[in-house]
């Protein structure tokens, strides 16, 4: 948690400059690249070790995606996330190893954004629902980090329902705050030291959007034209 709040004091800094250049909050047809870092809660997991204790959210997990505005209230999402998980331990013929684990969720889903329809305020609350493929990854080393075996990869589902709040610093830029739930079904073998990840997340992300949508500065553009004539 103490990463998150540094990390969202830097993106604040960085980005009130641009607080200055408000504009119209508009949307629609537009598109924004957002970097999200979040935390999620493994510690009430059925499938949590025995043999190590884990804090809540200590892990950070890394994202970036891409969402695309299709009305002012709603919103395609695609999302591709990488995050380092619990390592597992065990003894065989080669003495004690670890499992290097990794988790890359791959994610469509769409956000009902709950603001105005003129695209005016410049906070938008949205929910948001997603799912897709989750691939588990476990590299075996001692520790000499000496591989033994090759990388196992594995392959379930999950998804994620939750909700959050943009906030435009003018018309390019955005900060995100999100809170939800991860719902992920077992993997076949343990990825690190369990199988299932499901649990909640926390997490802030930093967006840049792109496209334009300006219809009303469009239509202002098209009254001087007319004007003229």
């Known amino acids: 948690m103490k990463k998150l709040v540094s990390i969202l004091i830097i993106l604040a800094l960085l980005c009130s400059f641009d607080v200055a250049n408000?504009?119209?909050?508009?949307?629609?047809?537009?598109?924004?690249?957002?970097?999200?870092?979040?935390?999620?809660?493994?510690?009430?997991?059925?499938y949590a070790s025995t043999v190590l204790d884990r804090n809540s959210f200590e892990n950070v997990n890394?994202?970036?995606?891409?969402?695309?505005?299709?009305?002012?209230?709603?919103?395609?999402?695609?999302?591709?996330?990488?995050?380092?998980?619990?390592?597992?331990?065990?003894?065989?013929?080669f003495g004690v190893l670890g499992t290097k684990s990794s988790l890359v969720p791959i994610f469509w889903g769409t956000r009902l954004y709950m603001t105005d329809m003129n695209g005016v305020m410049p906070i938008k609350p949205y929910i948001a629902l997603s799912g897709g493929p989750v691939i588990g990854i476990n590299n075996y080393k001692?520790?000499?980090?000496?591989?033994?075996?090759?990388?196992?990869?594995?392959?379930?589902?999950?998804?994620?329902?939750?909700?959050?709040?943009?906030?435009?610093?003018?018309?390019?830029?955005?900060?995100?705050?999100?809170a939800g739930y991860n719902f992920y079904a077992d993997f076949d073998r343990q990825i690190g030291d369990r199988k299932n990840f499901?649990?909640?997340e926390i997490g802030l992300s930093l967006g840049f959007l792109f496209g334009d949508n300006d219809n009303q500065e469009r239509k202002r553009r098209h009254k001087k034209r007319v004007r003229k004539f």
């Open 22 to 46: 408000a504009g119209p909050f508009s949307l629609k047809r537009k598109s924004m690249l957002e970097i999200k870092l979040s935390a999620r809660d493994y510690r009430n997991n059925q």
């Open 142 to 178: 001692d520790y000499g980090d000496v591989v033994y075996f090759e990388d196992d990869v594995y392959l379930t589902f999950g998804g994620y329902v939750g909700g959050g709040v943009d906030v435009m610093f003018g018309s390019k830029t955005s900060i995100g705050f999100q």
């Open 198 to 200: 499901s649990g909640a």
């Open 62 to 93: 890394f994202s970036i995606g891409i969402n695309h505005w299709t009305s002012e209230n709603s919103a395609m999402t695609f999302s591709i996330a990488a995050s380092e998980v619990n390592t597992g331990y065990y003894y065989n013929d």
